[in-house]
């Protein structure tokens, strides 16, 4: 991962660009990241728009091909690529990392960053898939909205960080538990992703359809969804259907 690296001063979404690249056929290498220095329409999950400071920040996407995973295993990746983030991230910061699911990474109770994967399937299998993460690295200063809900590691750590060390190293981890994932290991992926998660095992506040409720995240399954206790049950939840309450 990242021996072939294609380095963009200006593109809407290196995700978008890394698909077309896919979709043209063009034979690109697997591991081969697409960086830009300026993302105007970087996109995060769900619909939303990720805003990076231009030069500052990382915002990347690797091609990989996971052709041996089968789509009732897909949110492994997930799990994969969130656990190198995290320990990358490590190195730089000994404390507060966490994987908020599906898979933001978090510092403390703030969004250091996040990962969208957009996959091409093919018959019951993973074609390509698209790994984009973009990460709050020397950006120094969020809009009043963003404020209390993102961090980056130059307000973390006081100092900036060489982007390119820190790409090197996301891509070393990514490397080792990308083969961990090849070789089957996903008990050791799953046991790692939930020690990692944010709030895993401690009663919160959530909102279900307006509704608040206690719960306790007890695990995430093979295809991502949540499983939370509410009064003895164990509950699945997907994406769009639960949300943290931070500050409760
Ligand atoms: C999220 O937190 O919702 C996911 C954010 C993912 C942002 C990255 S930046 C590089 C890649 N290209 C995009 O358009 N999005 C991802």
Redesign the pocket.
Same mark, same amino acid.
């Given at each position: 991962v990242g021996q072939n690296r294609i380095k963009l001063l200006a593109v +809407? @979404? *290196?995700?978008?660009f890394l698909k077309n690249l896919v979709s043209k056929s063009e034979p690109l290498p697997e591991g081969t990241v697409i960086m830009?220095d300026d &993302?105007f329409? $970087?996109?995060? &999950? &769900?619909e %939303?728009t990720?805003h990076?400071e231009p030069g500052k920040n990382? *915002? !990347? @996407?690797i091609l990989l091909k996971p052709k041996f995973l089968s789509l009732d295993k897909q949110f492994l990746l997930n799990m994969a690529i969130s656990i190198a983030i995290n320990k990358a991230l490590t190195f730089y910061v000994a404390n507060g990392i966490s994987i908020k699911w599906p %898979? +933001?990474i978090y510092y403390f109770d703030k969004?250091l $960053? $996040?990962?969208?994967i957009e996959n091409s399937v093919t018959g019951n299998t993973i074609k390509t898939a698209v790994i984009? !993460? $973009?990460l709050n690295i020397n950006q120094q200063e969020f809009s009043e909205e963003l404020k209390s809900k993102a961090t980056s590691l130059h307000q973390i750590l006081q100092q900036d960080v060489n982007l390119d060390e820190l790409l090197v190293e996301i891509c070393s981890q990514i490397e080792s538990l990308y083969l961990l994932l090849k070789a089957g290991n996903y008990t050791f992926l799953r046991k790692t992703y939930v020690e990692k998660l944010y709030k895993f095992e401690k009663p919160s506040i959530y909102r279900q359809n307006g509704e608040l409720f206690e719960g306790t995240i007890k695990g995430v399954t093979d295809l991502g969804l949540l499983n939370v206790e509410q009064n003895g049950k164990i509950k699945e939840y997907n994406f769009k259907e639960i949300e943290f309450l931070n500050h409760t």
């Open positions: +809407d @979404s *290196t995700n978008n830009a &993302q329409a $970087g996109r995060g &999950q &769900q %939303n990720w990076a990382l *915002t !990347i @996407s %898979n +933001d969004k $960053g $996040g990962v969208l984009g !993460i $973009g």
